[in-house]
């Protein structure tokens, strides 16, 4: 089943003198000036224009505590310059501001990719993309463009790529609060706005947690709050992040649970909507979803994420009857919860528990970040697979990649803390996660309550200490309503709100009552439980994916370009782990990506 993909293309001959901004219906379409593409994107993009100037907003900015997109734009007829126009926005947005006079375009993004673009400069053109699918589609064949493997082991090593790298040697992706201005001259980039990291490590637990769940509020609010009336609704899963969204909105939104069964995950989300008393949606996915949705994720994720992560894919039928914009929770567990910052778990007795400490990063925060980051592609030594006389080498170049992002954070970071925070979120629109955002947008207009100015500073100002026991989350959670608190999670059937000790003393409490009865169900959640499925058993109970496994192995086209690794030995090892061995799921899903988003894109 095909899936109407959210396209949004920019395109401007230079050499055109028509000097407007159009919007017009396709992929890349024909036309004169500004030539702005859109096919199943949402929101529609707007324009405005006068005789000296034009401006096309993109997105759902907020202004005034609210979404406005028109106000955007008769703003941005007003203001003096972009960065003027830009910096007291907030919210997800991308701007287009064509300036007659100077015969000059920029092009600005908010401070997350709320809405990311992939951009080239090809001499006398301009090309862009939402989708670095439908930019690559057209680049990769231009004379001179090289594809860089080295932006492919990246994905294949940290699961994302890094800074503005692309495939192709042309191509880059706007990096965040950024102004691209395109003229006849060629292009320039300036910011207006960068990451503050001062901390304020006066506040106890309780008053970070009292301002967290205030910003949180007034994030959804701002979200909720526009020219025209709308239906909300909001993906709601078992875990703490969309529940304590879910507290956050004033009035009961319609919320969505996907999950394969009926599972734990489902219960927990079930039950929450009951205490909010909103209506609550199951949408129980088929179990071949991600295989019959295979090419339309990886056209989604542009090859640069794996398509596992496009969950939410082609389930606009059931949203689109009870919504027409949707929230969700992403991004609140790396920001508040300390998901990736440098910690281990504190062991009794050989055993760990729900306790953990941050440990000292020392002066090699590059290795640190190359090893331990927990997002990178795990259950395979990737380095065993590069053919031996390019090893070292390929390591530079990996260290060198990791170095680029710390030497971008110079100007902002005074810690290694805080040095590791911005290899985290430097372009929080290349998180590897980001696909689960842009498979929303397939189902309808989706905003993301953490890409909130005023919140994100917070997360700025918090020491790591402050979040790396989610003491703040669990605060807010219980103070918002207590009941939310009592509700399980779906990855350890736990109350939510449960301190490390209670947890802890529920784990070894539950594991005696298990031996003592022998009753099964006294365990902790299996993958089935949970909406994610486990990697290794979804590749082996498909078929078609182990063929694209396969395909990959054997690809001429993707050994021709990632010349680094030995091939011979890749291979044996893919063939062993189709055959059964555990560990490299998510690397032959990440190499099934890549190898099919090149052949899509021939």
Known sequence: MTVKLPHLTISWPKCDEELSVNVRDGVFPKGTGVVVGSSGFRPEPIVRQTAQRAVCVIGAPVINDRVSRTQVAEYGLAAADPKTFSVNLNGQFLLLW??????????????????????????????????????????????????????????????????????????????????????????????????????????????????????????????????????????????????????????????????????????????????????????????????????????????????????????????????????????????????????????????????????????????????????????????????????????????????????????????NYDRWDYLVIHALGRHYSYPNIASKLTCAEQRTPCFDNDLFDFYLSLHPKQRVGGEMMRYALNSMDHRFGKIPTGNWGMPAGASPAFKTAWLIGRKILRHVTGNSNLRAPSPSDRTWPDRETYLRNHPRLIEEARCALESTELADTLTIFNWPLLRAKGERWLAGESGGAAFLMALATLNRFLKLTR
């Open 98 to 415: 064509l300036d007659k006079r100077e015969r000059s375009l920029s092009v600005i993004s908010d401070r997350f990719n709320g809405v990311p673009l992939y951009w080239a400069d090809a001499g006398k053109e301009f090309l862009a993309s939402f989708l670095y699918y439908d930019l690559f589609k057209i680049l990769r064949w231009k004379p001179g463009v090289q594809l860089k493997q080295e932006s492919m082991l990246q994905f294949l090593w940290f699961s994302r790529v890094l800074m503005d790298d692309t495939y192709d040697s042309m191509s880059h992706f706007l990096m965040p609060a950024t102004i691209l201005e395109i003229s006849y001259g060629g292009v320039t980039q300036s910011r207006y706005w960068r990451p503050d990291f001062s901390k304020n490590t006066k506040r106890s637990v309780q008053t970070a947690g009292e301002e967290y769940v205030a910003h949180l509020r007034r994030s959804v609010a701002r979200l909720t709050r526009e020219d025209t009336v709308r239906r909300y609704g909001h993906f709601l899963s078992g875990g703490h992040d969309s529940r304590s969204i879910l507290a956050a909105f004033a009035e009961p939104p319609e919320c969505f649970t996907v999950a394969f069964s009926d599972n734990l995950e489902v219960d927990c989300a079930r039950q929450a909507a009951a205490i909010a008393e909103a209506p609550h949606h199951f949408i129980q996915l088929s179990h071949d979803h991600m295989v019959r949705h295979f090419d339309d994720s990886v056209r989604l994720c542009g090859g640069l994420y794996s398509f596992l992560d496009a969950l939410f894919i082609g389930l606009e039928h059931e949203i689109q009857a009870n919504a027409d914009v949707v929230l969700h929770g992403h991004g609140l567990d790396y920001l508040f919860q300390g998901m990736y910052l440098p910690a281990q778990l504190i062991h009794v007795f050989g055993r760990p528990t729900f306790f953990r400490r941050l440990t000292p990063l020392g002066s090699n925060v590059v290795d640190r970040f190359l090893f331990e980051i927990p997002f990178r592609t795990k259950g395979v030594d990737i380095m065993s697979l590069i053919r031996a006389e390019v090893q070292s080498d390929v390591m530079m170049g990996l260290r060198s990649a990791v170095s680029r992002v710390l030497t971008d954070g110079d100007d902002v970071c005074a810690t």
